[in-house]
Nanobody, 125 residues
């Protein structure tokens, strides 16, 4: 059974940092890009960031550029999202995903091959 399990969410103050992790199990994700989406209450899901299998290519939404960094450790089957200078508008449920799409196409990706269950991030002003 394939699973993507997110962790690291929580409640923080504006300006703080958090690191989200997503551990994959049940199969190898060789060749799969991995990434993050988020969905705030009452809003549509939006793309956050993605990283290629090799880690050599990344792509992120304009709203998080310069603040969020995505990375992965294939030996641990884990992808990370380091979030700094968090803002109240970053409050959302963050979902990990895996797909073979090129990372530059992830902003238009509606149905990744695999989804995690989500982790809540709440940023207070």
């Amino acid at each position: 059974q394939v699973q993507l399990v997110e962790s690291g969410g929580g409640s923080v103050q504006a300006g703080d940092s958090l690191r989200l992790s997503c551990a994959a199990s049940g199969r190898t994700f060789s060749g799969h890009a991995m990434g993050w989406f988020r969905q705030a209450a009452g809003k549509e899901r939006e793309f956050v960031a993605a990283i290629s299998w090799s880690g050599g290519n990344t792509h992120s939404a304009d709203s998080v550029k310069g603040r969020f960094t995505i990375s992965r450790d294939n030996g641990k089957n884990t992808v990370y999202l380091q979030m700094t200078n968090l803002k109240p508008e970053d409050t959302a449920v963050y979902y990990c995903a895996a797909d073979t799409y090129p990372v530059t196409s992830w902003s238009g990706l509606n149905a990744p091959d695999y989804w995690g269950q989500g982790t809540q991030v709440t940023v207070s002003s």
